[in-house]
T-cell receptor, first 112, second 111 residues
Framework: NAGVTQTPKFRVLKTGQSMTLLCAQD?????MYWYRQDPGMGLRLIHY???????AKGEVPDGYNVSRLKKQNFLLGLESAAPSQTSVYFC???????????FGPGTRLTVL | KNEVEQSPQNLTAQEGEFITINCSYS?????LHWLQQHPGGGIVSLFM???GKKKHGRLIATINIQEKHSSLHITASHPRDSAVYIC?????????????FGKGTHLIIQP
């Protein structure tokens, strides 16, 4: 099993460009999460999903959109990237009824 | 806003030393997690605690629910233990939005 994978691993964007980050999990988990990690701060929740076709806002959702069309995939979109969105993005998933989250390897995004 | 505080923020020690990292939180929780983030960036779960103590190899995690405090101990530390250690809590009554994370403790073990 691959666990949780993220694509791409690195990306550089110019201000105003758009992109989509893909998270995929092969553990049949219902719950999926997108976090961002910035220097000197803990992981902060952007959006999450409790199942296929459902999404909800987390702590820092502005400037991001998400979709969960398939249970195994959770997409994070930036419609018009800003330098403040320079960060490392982590996806995670977990089983229903459990608290332990399984993390992807992260995507390092730089917005110039 | 419910906070998770970790101390120290940075810790450098010599190989073989006993390491303690602390975590405190502000309100009732249903579970506390310790995670490890390797220098390459990957994050793995080490422990989940709701009471008492857990041990895995050279790692020991304890929690005191009354004092709202947890500690992660590393015995006979080794350079491969160098990583960022993150405390995260699931607040009682918390919904599907999951965990609240501390800022992490950056540990360096020197040979």
């Amino acid at each position: 099993n691959a666990g949780v994978t993220q694509t791409p691993k690195f990306r550089v964007l110019k201000t105003g460009q758009s992109m989509t980050l893909l998270c995929a999990q092969d553990m049949n988990h219902e719950y999926m999460y997108w976090y961002r990690q910035d220097p000197g701060m803990g992981l902060r929740l952007i959006h999450y999903s409790v199942g296929e076709g459902t999404t909800a806002k987390g702590e820092v959702p502005d400037g991001y959109n998400v979709s969960r069309l398939k249970k195994q995939n959770f997409l994070l979109g930036l419609e018009s990237a800003a330098p403040s969105q320079t960060s490392v993005y982590f996806c995670a998933s977990k089983q229903t009824g459990k608290d332990t989250q399984y993390f992807g390897p992260g995507t390092r995004l730089t917005v110039l | 806003k419910n906070e998770v505080e970790q101390s120290p923020q940075n810790l450098t020690a010599q190989e073989g030393e006993f390491i303690t990292i602390n975590c405190s939180y502000s309100v009732g929780i249903s579970a506390l997690h310790w995670l490890q983030q390797h220098p390459g960036g990957g994050i793995v779960s080490l422990f989940m605690l709701s009471s008492g103590k857990k041990k895995h190899g050279r790692l020991i995690a304890t929690i005191n629910i009354q004092e709202k405090h947890s500690s992660l101990h590393i015995t006979a530390s080794h350079p491969r233990d160098s990583a960022v250690y993150i405390c995260a809590v699931k607040y009682s009554g918390g919904g599907a939005d999951g965990l609240t994370f501390g800022k992490g403790t950056h540990l360096i073990i020197q040979p």
